[in-house]
C-alpha cells in the first residue's frame, strides 16, 4: 500500500459523498495503491450507512466505527493507527482542505521529506470570532510551547511511515496531534493554501470543544502556566516585604497607624484572586495527570470494514 488517506467524520452525512468522490478523483491520478480510512466518531446521523455503502462498491475505503464520539483528535489517531500506506495524509471531511493539495503534499515527499503540513493563507467562510480565536491561539501556543508549531496549520498534513510509527508509540491521552507531529522532528516542510468554505453542514466544534482542544494543546506542550504561580508569588511577596517595612517604620516612628479597612479587603480579594486562578491553573495540569495515570484505551472500536483483519470490538 502506498498512500492511506485518514479521514474523520462526525455528522457529516452532507459532505462524506463529495469528499469521497474528489479523494478518489485525485488518488486516482497517482497511479498507485491507496486507501481512504472513515473514521466514524459516533456520528447520529446517516454518514455510517453512507460510507457502509461505499465500503460495499469500493475496496479502497476502509471503515472504523468508534463506540461513541471520541474527539477529532482521537479519531485521527485511530486511523493513523490502522493505515497501511507508506505515506499517511490527514484531511478533514469537509472538503475545507482541498483534497488536490494532496498531490503537492507527494511531490515533496518524493522529494524527502517526511512531513508535509499545510499552512493556511486565508480561511474562508468562517466567522471574525473563530478566525481572531485562532490566530491568538496558534500565536499563544507558539510562545508559550517549547517547541516549534507551526502557526495557521491544522492537522491538513501528508507523514511518512517513520513519523506515524513515532506517533504510535505516544500513547498519552489528551491527544494534539499537531504539537505531536512537531515533537517528533524529522525533516519537515510546508506548502500554503487558501481554505475553503465548508462544503456543506455546519462546524463540529463548537467554542465548548474549541477551550478543551485549546488548553489540551497549552497544558501537553507548555509548563510555562505553572511557572506564572511562582512568579506572581515573587513579585507579591517583594512588594509585601516593603510594605512591611513601611508598616513598621510608621509603628517604630509613632507616625499614625490608623487601621484601614479599605486597603486590608481590596489586597484579600485581590490575593484570593490570584490564588484561585492558579488553584485552578494546577487542576487543570492534575486533571490531565489523572487521566494519564488511568490508563484508558484511547478509543473503542465497535466495527471495521475492509481491513485485511476484521476486529469485532478492540481496546487500544
Ligand atoms: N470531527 C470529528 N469529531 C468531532 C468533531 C469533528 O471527527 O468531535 C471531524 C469533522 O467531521 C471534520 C473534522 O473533524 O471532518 C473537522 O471538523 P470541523 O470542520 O467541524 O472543524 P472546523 O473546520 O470548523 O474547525
Ligand atoms: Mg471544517
Redesign the pocket.
Known amino acids: 500500500m502506498r498512500y492511506s488517506i485518514v ?6 452525512e452532507a ?1 462524506v459523498l463529495e469528499c469521497y468522490r474528489r479523494l478518489t478523483e485525485v488518488m486516482q491520478q497517482t497511479h498507485e495503491s491507496y486507501e481512504l480510512i472513515f ?5 447520529r446521523d446517516q454518514t455510517a450507512s453512507i460510507v457502509n455503502q461505499l465500503c460495499a462498491s469500493d475496496a479502497s475505503v476502509k471503515w472504523i466505527d468508534f463506540s461513541r ?4 483528535q ?3 489517531t485511530a486511523g493513523m493507527d490502522h493505515a497501511q500506506g507508506e505515506a499517511i495524509v490527514v ?4 472538503l ?1 482542505d482541498p483534497p488536490e493539495l494532496i498531490l503537492q503534499m507527494i511531490e515533496k515527499w518524493k522529494e524527502g521529506f517526511d512531513v508535509v503540513y499545510a499552512t493556511r493563507a486565508e480561511r474562508k467562510g ?1 466567522t471574525g470570532f ?1 478566525k481572531w480565536s ?1 490566530s491568538m491561539f496558534y500565536r499563544t501556543l507558539n510562545k508559550l510551547s517549547d517547541i516549534d508549531i507551526p502557526l495557521d496549520t ?2 491538513f498534513r501528508l507523514i511518512d511511515r517513520k513519523v506515524c510509527e513515532a506517533m504510535k508509540t505516544m500513547k498519552e491521552n489528551n491527544r494534539f496531534v499537531r504539537g505531536l507531529v512537531s515533537w517528533v522532528g524529522f525533516r519537515q516542510t510546508s506548502i500554503s493554501y487558501v ?1 475553503e468554505e ?1 462544503f456543506a ?5 463548537p467554542l465548548k ?2 477551550i478543551r482542544f485549546a488548553s489540551d494543546a497549552l497544558v501537553a506542550f507548555s509548563l510555562k502556566p505553572l511557572k506564572l504561580a511562582s512568579i506572581l508569588g515573587s513579585v507579591v511577596s517583594l512588594f509585601s516585604f516593603f510594605y512591611l517595612i513601611f508598616v513598621l517604620a510608621q509603628k517604630l516612628l509613632h507616625f499614625s497607624t490608623t487601621p484601614g479597612w479599605a486597603s486590608i479587603v481590596a489586597t484579600i480579594l485581590f490575593l484570593n484572586g490570584i490564588i484561585l486562578v492558579i488553584l485552578g491553573l494546577i487542576g487543570e495540569y492534575i486533571g490531565r495527570i489523572y487521566d494519564e495515570v488511568k490508563q484508558r484505551p484511547l478509543y473503542l472500536i465497535q466495527q471495521t470494514r475492509n481491513f485485511a483483519q476484521e476486529q469485532p470490538l478492540s481496546a487500544h
Do not use: C, L, W
Open positions: 479521514v474523520p467524520v462526525y455528522n457529516e459532505v473514521v466514524n466518531d459516533g456520528s464520539n471520541f474527539g477529532h482521537i479519531a485521527i484531511i478533514d471531511a469537509d475545507q468562517e473563530k485562532a491544522g492537522d481554505r465548508r453542514g455546519e462546524t463540529k466544534y470543544k474549541m
